[in-house]
């Protein structure tokens, strides 16, 4: 299996505060994801990053910014999480840009109450 | 008109039995991807696909381009098979994969 862990595994916040999720990995792809899943919707692109400090907007981007300051660690933040950004969060990474397997993280339980 | 269609939505069979999960799209694409969810919520990559067949243990995953059309088979199915079946489509000039609904499948046993 791919070397990726995700932290934390559950958390719980409350309306309006910031929440980061860590995406670690231990492959040294260079390309990594978030991605929430809610039911109904599958699996939706927050933001990804194709290298070190090179990051873009996913689909579903608004109330999220990450940041990719090594290529190990991928982090999401929400900056005032609100109760619509209860999901669960799934990290990838990829090794290249076209056609390689996708590797996923365990998720992250996120509730904010 | 949704770009991927999976088909059929849930699934239910009998332990050794013969499954197949079928996966129609409507846009060019790169790559196919076949992903597997359990129960507890973990995402495991099956197969990328861009051309004929793969085969791995008891799953077969096969695309035709021309047909925009990919399935994967499981042989010999397992109550462990049981799990949530997911097709995504790689675009040919985009990060972004394009998601089916996924299968809800139940192996009995």
């Known amino acids: 299996d791919a070397g990726i862990t995700q932290s934390p595994r559950h958390k719980v916040t409350e309306t309006g505060t910031p929440v980061t999720l860590r995406c670690h990995q231990t492959e040294n792809h260079r390309y990594m994801y978030w991605y929430r899943q809610d039911p109904g919707h599958g699996l939706r692109l927050i933001h990804y990053s194709y290298g070190v400090k090179d990051t873009d907007k996913g689909e579903v981007s608004d109330g999220y910014s990450v940041s990719r300051s090594k290529t190990e660690d991928f982090l999401l933040t929400l900056e005032s999480a609100t109760s619509s950004q209860t999901s669960v969060y799934f990290c990838a990474i990829s090794e290249s840009e076209e056609g390689s397997p996708l590797h996923f993280g365990n998720g992250t339980r996120l509730t904010v109450t | 008109k949704n770009e991927v269609e999976q088909s059929p939505q849930n699934l239910t069979a009998q332990e050794g039995e013969f499954i197949t999960i079928n996966c129609s799209y409507s846009v060019g694409i790169s790559a196919l991807h076949w992903l597997q969810q359990h129960p507890g919520g973990g995402i495991v990559s099956l197969f990328m696909l861009s051309s004929g067949k793969k085969k791995h243990g008891r799953l077969i995953a096969t695309i035709n381009i021309q047909e925009k059309h990919s399935s994967l088979h499981i042989t010999a199915s397992h109550p462990r098979d049981s799990a949530v079946y997911i097709c995504?489509?790689?675009?040919?000039?985009?990060?972004?994969?394009?998601w089916g609904a996924g299968t809800k499948q139940i192996i009995k046993p």
């Open positions: 995504a489509l790689e675009m040919d000039s985009n990060y972004q994969l394009i």
